[in-house]
């Protein structure tokens, strides 16, 4: 089995982010929001504390209520000592979560999870403003999940990234596969996408939405992507998959069976220090685009 | 001043193929030829020794004379101990060097450098082989510039990563500034390419060179290249760079002064290091792709 460690490529990125913090001496302040008792979220929000510190932001953790959460969140917007801000989910665990995603200051958003980074990805605008100084932010995961492609042999080095390649993705939620669906195909790639109720494929040129089964888009994928946090997904097994396959697993839960990884030309088991690091990289854009001359975060919006 | 030291991107990639050679445990060999007594050549050739042995890849140096040179590279196209080929220029210093250039096997041209790799890139053929699983390889140093300004912010993230963008290039060689004007022109950027006789305009998509003088160039570049070994070059000026530019200096000598350096978005003083790490990617791809059986390097040509 070919693996690739994804702490490397965090790893510089994180390196770069603490060079330009140093050089230019700022001083740059992240609060995370944590609401949930659960281990898993506690662990997350303290490795987003580690990574943080590790590259000079000063991270500051509060604990609190699911009552109290979304004042919380507006103060912080409001607040000019501080400058990004992480959420951890789940809060509610259901569709309140968005309403939450969507009260961070989109100029605060390290994570680029709010209704308006969404909306320009989706437009395709690459410019948040009309200077075209400020590039919009992408998606954290998926952002980390194209960095990561990057590095692999499916990604050409000139030209579309991903044209000729198809690409499977397993998860059609709203801050993963349906962004990471969209990203690419927007890239050059025939995406199917798939979902609980099935799959469809997506192109960058075609408004049709083809259905198609697991079976033929893991027979023709050369990138498989899951990121599937259920125990009921029958797991991606060495049959189904196209011998030299990247296999990108994004989920806690393992998607790919041990034989699937071992016939995958290269697995890839976790993004999660990708991510983070591409959140630290967003903190330092949004930093130097709207937080430089003490503006409050919103009001360019 | 904002500057990017190229080494921290470098090391990334270095570890990268040092953690797949120790994972796989491959012998890959790697042979440099010396021919000039120049110190700057033989600094090179001690550097690149350095970098293949830090990543775990054999090296052998071989200081030989102009007009033996040519037989030892033949000899080493056929030997099967040996996976990759470095060669140190200048050996002639003029048309001959295109010569000795061409005479490396392609599938041991570590720096991608030969007449093999260079047709494929015109012609923009991605693959090597009918069967599409052999990539084919891009100049080293173009490649190392395409790397670094992928980490900046000229560098778009989604879609054709350099469109919109005006980019000015000083140095037409054959392997440095013509195949970067090819590369970035067809990665969606307005490239103006100079040299000694002026500029033109490069295009994806218009086969028209139009000629543009350097201050109209400078004037709307986002991205300024410059790799101009010569000290009679009238080095880029604050005055004539546009606010924010990202530039980037190839050559050994500096040709941006020093107010350029501190009027740009941010300054790459060198590429070098990245080069050589591309090589090293390099020749391991083409270890896997080529001489895993035992094959000779230029049998399936």
Same mark, same amino acid.
């Given at each position: 089995? =070919?693996?690739?460690?994804?702490?490397?490529?965090?790893?510089?990125?994180?390196? &770069?982010?603490?060079?330009?913090?140093?050089?230019?001496?700022?001083?740059?302040?992240?609060?995370?929001?944590?609401?949930?008792?659960?281990?898993?979220?506690?662990?997350?929000? !303290?490795?987003?504390?580690?990574?943080?510190?590790?590259?000079?932001?000063?991270?500051?953790? /509060? @604990?609190?209520?699911?009552?109290? /959460?979304?004042?919380?969140i507006r103060q912080a917007n409001a607040d000019q000592r501080v400058h990004g801000i992480f959420v951890y989910y789940p809060i509610f665990g259901d569709a309140? &979560? @968005?309403?939450?995603?969507?009260?961070?200051?989109? %100029?605060?958003?390290?994570?680029?999870?709010?209704?308006?980074?969404?909306?320009?990805?989706? +437009?395709?605008?690459?410019?948040?403003?009309?200077?075209?100084?400020?590039?919009?932010?992408?998606?954290?995961?998926? #952002?980390?999940?194209?960095?990561?492609? !990057?590095?692999?042999e499916a990604h050409s080095e000139m030209g579309m990234p991903f044209v000729g390649q198809t690409v499977s993705v397993f998860n059609r939620s709203d801050v /993963?596969?349906?962004?990471?669906?969209?990203? #690419? +195909?927007?890239?050059? +790639?025939?995406?199917?996408?798939?979902?609980?109720?099935?799959?469809?494929?997506?192109?960058?040129?075609?408004?049709? *939405?083809?259905? /198609?089964?697991?079976?033929?888009? #893991?027979?023709?994928?050369?990138?498989?992507?899951?990121?599937?946090?259920?125990? @009921?997904?029958?797991?991606?097994?060495?049959?189904?998959?196209?011998?030299?396959?990247?296999?990108?697993?994004?989920?806690?839960?393992? =998607?790919?069976?041990?034989?699937?990884?071992?016939?995958?030309?290269?697995?890839?088991?976790?993004?999660?220090?990708?991510?983070?690091?591409?959140?630290? *990289? =967003?903190?330092? *854009?949004?930093?130097? &685009? %709207?937080? #430089?001359?003490?503006?409050?975060? %919103?009001?360019?919006?």
């Amino acid at each position: 089995m =070919n693996s690739l460690d994804p702490d490397i490529l965090a790893a510089f990125h994180r390196d &770069d982010v603490k060079a330009r913090i140093r050089q230019k001496g700022y001083a740059l302040h992240v609060t995370g929001f944590l609401v949930s008792g659960d281990m898993a979220c506690r662990t997350y929000a !303290e490795y987003t504390r580690s990574r943080c510190e590790a590259v000079g932001l000063r991270f500051t953790l /509060v @604990s609190t209520d699911r009552d109290k /959460v979304a004042n919380l969140i507006r103060q912080a917007n409001a607040d000019q000592r501080v400058h990004g801000i992480f959420v951890y989910y789940p809060i509610f665990g259901d569709a309140r &979560d @968005s309403e939450i995603k969507d009260l961070v200051d989109p %100029h605060k958003d390290v994570e680029g999870l709010c209704a308006h980074w969404m909306r320009k990805l989706y +437009a395709n605008e690459r410019f948040d403003d009309p200077g075209r100084l400020h590039k919009c932010l992408l998606p954290c995961t998926p #952002l980390a999940v194209l960095k990561l492609l !990057e590095e692999t042999e499916a990604h050409s080095e000139m030209g579309m990234p991903f044209v000729g390649q198809t690409v499977s993705v397993f998860n059609r939620s709203d801050v /993963v596969g349906k962004p990471l669906a969209y990203m #690419l +195909a927007n890239d050059g +790639a025939l995406v199917y996408s798939f979902d609980i109720d099935g799959g469809v494929a997506i192109t960058r040129d075609s408004a049709a *939405r083809e259905p /198609v089964g697991r079976a033929q888009a #893991l027979r023709e994928s050369g990138v498989v992507i899951t990121a599937v946090p259920s125990r @009921s997904f029958e797991k991606i097994r060495a049959d189904e998959l196209r011998p030299g396959a990247v296999c990108i697993n994004v989920s806690s839960i393992q =998607n790919f069976e041990d034989g699937a990884k071992e016939k995958a030309g290269l697995y890839i088991p976790r993004v999660g220090p990708v991510t983070v690091a591409m959140c630290l *990289r =967003n903190a330092l *854009r949004l930093f130097e &685009d %709207h937080h #430089l001359d003490g503006r409050a975060g %919103h009001a360019a919006l």
